[in-house]
């Protein structure tokens, strides 16, 4: 495919990951939250011991950028793997 060819640049390559974290971290947790009937980012933030405001940021394409321990906790919170 013409994206298989893309990503043998290594300049496409890195762009290509950060794209994915950017913007498809926050779709998943978007996701993920919608899926929990009576949950809210107030909710979330409980569970993973967070602030709102933090959620608010995770859950913004491109505002914030997790680190792992946030993504264990988050996935911690769902009950769900971490991939």
Not at 5 to 13: H, N
Not at 24 to 45: E, F, N, V
């Amino acid at each position: 495919s013409n994206l298989h060819g893309k990503l043998k640049d290594p300049k496409y390559r890195k762009a290509f990951v950060s794209s994915q974290i950017n913007i498809g971290i926050p779709l998943q947790i978007r996701a993920l939250l919608k899926s929990r009937p009576g949950w809210t980012q107030k909710t979330l933030a409980a569970r993973t011991g967070m602030l709102q405001p933090r959620i608010s940021g995770l859950m913004t394409p491109g505002k914030t950028k997790p680190n792992i321990q946030t993504l264990i906790r988050i996935a911690e919170a769902f009950d769900c793997g971490l991939m």
